[in-house]
């Protein structure tokens, strides 16, 4: 059973940073490929960042791109979302996923475990 935990959201000035984690139960064995998404209110759930567990490829949005990094602490099962200079439309509840196989690495129907969320507030 994966189990997937998000901590790390809350409040951030435009142009700050913020670090989102994502401990999981299972890490190696039972996803080759894990991601962050976002949901804002009455929008669609997006990919942000992704990366295989290997470490091997990673995956980032255009709308972030030069601006979010994915990482992973292999020995501590945990997944990072580094976010340097948010924007407010960065705004939305973020998300940490898993899944045992994917073709598209940011969208978000690929994946079959995911976390319960962290609000992010960029003002």
């Known amino acids: 059973h994966v189990q997937l935990v998000e901590s790390g959201g809350g409040s951030v000035q435009a142009g700050g940073s913020l670090r989102l984690s994502c401990a999981t139960s299972?890490?190696?064995?039972?996803?080759?490929?894990m991601g962050w998404f976002r949901q804002a209110p009455g929008k669609e759930r997006e990919g942000v960042a992704a990366?295989?567990?290997?470490?091997?490829?990673?995956y980032v949005a255009d709308s972030v791109k030069g601006r979010f990094t994915i990482s992973k602490d292999k020995d501590k099962n945990i997944l990072y979302l580094h976010m340097n200079n948010p924007k407010v439309e960065d705004t939305s509840m973020y998300y940490c996923?898993?899944?045992?196989?994917?073709?598209?690495?940011?969208?978000?129907?690929?994946?079959?475990?995911w976390g319960q969320g962290t609000q992010v507030t960029v003002s």
């Open positions: 996923a898993g899944a045992p196989l994917v073709h598209s690495p940011l969208e978000p129907y690929e994946y079959n475990f």
């Open positions: 299972e890490y190696a064995y039972s996803s080759n490929c």
């Open positions: 990366m295989t567990t290997d470490g091997d490829h990673t």
